[in-house]
């Protein structure tokens, strides 16, 4: 069965450094998000993306934070430079359409996650 | 602002009870999702419920969803301990998921 992938599962950087998180989303999906999860609270959204450009994005993701679809399989998030409370678990997901299709196809697949620590 | 409250947060039950989550959002909506999720893991897809009376069942956990009281339950029959899990409702109208706060479930022998 199709999944989501996303790596590393753990990534460990200093206050201050860029890192890039990535993610595979399933093959035939069109729409994209990245969602976070500080340690013990609720999954928040970030940022959707469809058709190479930015659908949606959160207060939280502001100009530290960037996406991109570098090739046809790869969903990247940069952030540029992390502070403490960047720490997260990061969730990519993908769907195969979004708004005004039947709603079955609203359903979002999660990945694995990223557990990013910043020291 | 769609805002999505759970409650208990946390749910402490003994193998063999049962007992209901309840998911309450704040505006209209007929797309509720309910995850699962084990500590340090992904959200596992449990059900999508996508219009007024819609009821699903899987093993021991049932959801509905009453879009007109905004209101979605979880239920659980007969607990074992394999169903300790963080569970999360989440709401989306056009937008992307916004999601509960979650409820921690610990199945007790």
């Known amino acids: 069965e199709p999944e989501v992938t996303q790596t590393p599962s753990h990534q460990v950087t200093q206050m201050g450094q860029e890192v890039i998180l990535r993610c595979v989303p399933i093959?035939?999906?069109?729409?994209f998000y990245w969602y976070r999860q500080i340690l013990g609270q609720k999954v928040e959204f970030l940022v959707s993306?469809?058709?190479?450009?930015?659908?949606?994005k959160s207060e939280i993701f502001d100009d530290q934070f960037s996406v991109e679809r570098p090739d046809g399989s790869n969903f990247t998030l940069k952030i540029r430079s992390t502070k403490l409370e960047d720490s997260a678990m990061y969730f990519c997901?993908?769907?195969?359409?979004?708004?005004?299709?039947?709603?079955?196809?609203?359903?979002?697949?999660f990945g694995p996650g990223t557990r990013l620590t910043v020291t | 602002e769609l805002k999505v409250e759970q409650n208990p947060l946390f749910l402490s039950m003994q193998e063999g009870k049962n007992y209901t989550i309840y998911c309450n959002y704040s505006t209209t909506s007929d797309r509720l999702y309910w995850y699962r999720q084990d500590p340090g893991k992904s959200l596992e897809s449990l059900f999508v419920?996508?219009?007024?009376?819609a009821v699903k069942q899987e093993g021991r956990l049932m959801a509905s969803l009453d879009t007109k009281a905004r209101l979605s339950t979880l239920h659980i029959t007969a607990a074992v301990h394999d169903l300790s899990a963080t569970y999360f409702c989440a709401v989306d109208i056009n937008t992307p998921l916004v999601f509960g706060k979650g409820t921690r479930l610990s199945v007790i022998a």
């Open positions: 997901a993908s769907s195969y359409l979004g708004r005004d299709y039947r709603a079955l196809s609203y359903e979002q697949y």
């Open positions: 993306f469809y058709n190479n450009e930015i659908s949606e």
């Open positions: 419920l996508l219009s007024n009376g």
């Open positions: 093959s035939n999906h069109l729409y």
